[in-house]
């Protein structure tokens, strides 16, 4: 599903090359869950975004499926990107003047598909928010906005779910329930989920663990 081939990012930070990422070659299959760890700053949400097509690599291949990432022009990867990856994030991004029903329908709007009222109300039944489709998201709790956010990322059936530290600011039970929706999707639906975490017991839900130092992936 993801494969990644002598993956590089460097920035510039006070007038110095840093690498975030360094020659990094890994693949994830569909289907699988992978758990990426390590310190703070040691690169994990550089090569999410890198996976996600939000960034792209000085150097090396990215490919999803059969396409080649790195050789994509900017409309075609926004279209990846709505089309066929997920995104879910620590802090939820919901709109704040649209309903949660309103804000797991938006990616598909923008895709420009139609009839797709079925498939927001089952989302929202999946992760347990039938009765808050109306409601604003300033009423939500925090575990309730993560699930919105998990089923506006899962809408439009992606092939691919980039997940970075989707239970930072949950508690347990909450961030159990994420988890738990994601270890679901990549066993019974196929999809290939990546997450990055600090946390050992979410990192244990994950059916294969890669951490990371210094950009560096290490298995």
């Not at 993801?2 to 993956?7: K, Y």
């Not at 990616?107 to 927001?120: D, M, N, S």
């Not at 994601?182 to 990055?196: P, Q, S, Y």
Request: net charge negative; aromatic share 4%; with cysteine.
């Amino acid at each position: 599903m993801l494969e990644l081939r002598g993956v590089s990012k460097t920035y510039g930070l006070n007038g110095q090359r840093v690498t975030a990422v360094a020659d990094v070659t890994l693949s994830v299959a569909p289907g699988e869950f992978v758990a990426l760890t390590g310190p703070s700053g040691c690169g994990k949400s550089t090569l999410l975004h890198l996976m996600g097509a939000m960034d792209r690599a000085d150097r090396g291949e990215i490919w999803l499926a059969d396409q080649p990432l790195h050789d994509l022009g900017e409309e075609e990867l926004i279209q990846v990107r709505r089309r066929q990856i997920g995104f879910v994030f620590q802090f939820f991004y919901l709109l704040p003047t649209m309903t949660v029903e309103e804000n797991v329908e938006l990616p598909l709007l923008l895709a420009g598909v139609t009839c797709h009222l079925e498939r927001v109300a089952a989302l929202l039944e999946q992760v347990g928010l039938s009765h808050r489709a109306r409601a604003y998201p300033a009423t939500l709790s925090g575990g309730e906005l993560q699930r919105a956010a998990l089923a506006r990322a899962l809408v439009g059936r992606p092939r691919l779910i980039i997940a970075d530290e989707p239970t930072g600011n949950l508690d347990s039970d909450n961030g159990g329930r994420v988890l738990e929706i994601l270890r679901g999707l990549a066993g019974r639906e196929g999809v290939a989920v990546v997450m990055a975490t600090h946390s050992a017991e979410a990192a244990e839900v994950a059916s294969r663990v890669l951490r990371m130092r210094d950009g560096r992936v290490q298995t």
